[in-house]
């Protein structure tokens, strides 16, 4: 068997328990679970953005740098695509993180009314 086939045959066998161990670390880490509250959904918005840019920024610039052989440019395309979205989901939660966590201050509903005689008083 040749080295290239050996190491398919041990990237077939080892996603499926890559994929297994990231599953219960997410779930033991409670990431499975409904958010408790708004906040607590962007905050995991803004840390997937985080992580996901973590992955494809240096695979994308190590694609971009040896300027994509042609069999690659797919997933070049795949994985810059990645990183807009997930810069702008990133993007989106950290603002909707921001205005939960500073609340905008609210206008006075009714301007204060004018002291006058209480109801029941002829005066």
Not at 71 to 81: L, N
């Amino acid at each position: 068997m040749t080295r290239p086939a050996m190491l398919l045959l041990a990237a077939v066998v080892a996603s499926p328990v890559a994929a297994l161990l990231v599953h219960r670390l997410a779930k033991e880490l409670g990431f499975l679970e409904p958010p408790v509250s708004k906040e607590q959904e962007q905050k995991r918005g803004v840390l997937v953005a985080i992580y996901a840019l973590l992955v494809f920024l240096p695979v994308f610039l190590f694609g971009w740098e040896r300027r994509w052989p042609r069999a690659w440019v797919a997933f070049g395309i795949v994985s810059g695509a990645a990183l807009v979205f997930f810069a702008a989901s990133g993007a989106v939660a950290a603002s909707r993180l921001w205005r939960l966590r500073h609340p905008a201050p609210r206008a006075e509903a009714a301007a204060p009314a004018e002291p006058g005689p209480a109801p029941g008083n002829p005066l």
